[in-house]
């Protein structure tokens, strides 16, 4: 888990939502900008991750963007946004282990056959017979 927040920069805007009057006079949204290719913390293999798993979230100049107005304040939603972009570029790094296909066992089979025999005498337990 690398910290990267140094490369972070915000811009802040008004935000939507609950806080009355609070709301049109204070910039409480919140958005965090990182530009992916210039970083310092990621070799090529790793910024080549991210962008294609990131793809729908980063702009054409390359810059990794992410908005957050769910506090009325704004340093509460600076923390928030920093907490999800690092969470959503770790995520991203994770290579999902490669899966192997497998036979079913001869027993698994057995029991499958059998499961199947039990369900078909117990339907056939209930036909009425003259």
Excluded: H
């Excluded at 990621?42 to 908005?67: E, H, V, W, Y």
């Amino acid at each position: 888990m690398k910290d990267f927040t140094r490369e972070l920069s915000f811009k802040t805007s008004r935000s939507s939502g609950a806080g009355g009057q609070n709301v049109n006079k204070v910039e409480t949204s919140v958005t965090v900008l990182w530009n992916v290719l210039e970083s310092g913390f990621f070799n090529d293999s790793q910024k080549d991750l991210i962008q294609t798993k990131l793809k729908n979230r980063i702009n054409a100049d390359g810059l990794l963007f992410l908005t957050v107005s769910e506090s009325r304040t704004q340093l509460a939603n600076k923390n928030k946004a920093v907490e999800k972009i690092i969470d959503l570029v770790n995520r991203a790094l994770i290579i999902p282990k490669k899966r192997f296909a497998t036979k079913p066992s001869r027993n698994q089979k057995q029991k499958r056959l059998d499961t199947k025999k039990k369900l078909s005498d117990k339907k056939e337990n209930r036909k009425f017979k003259y």
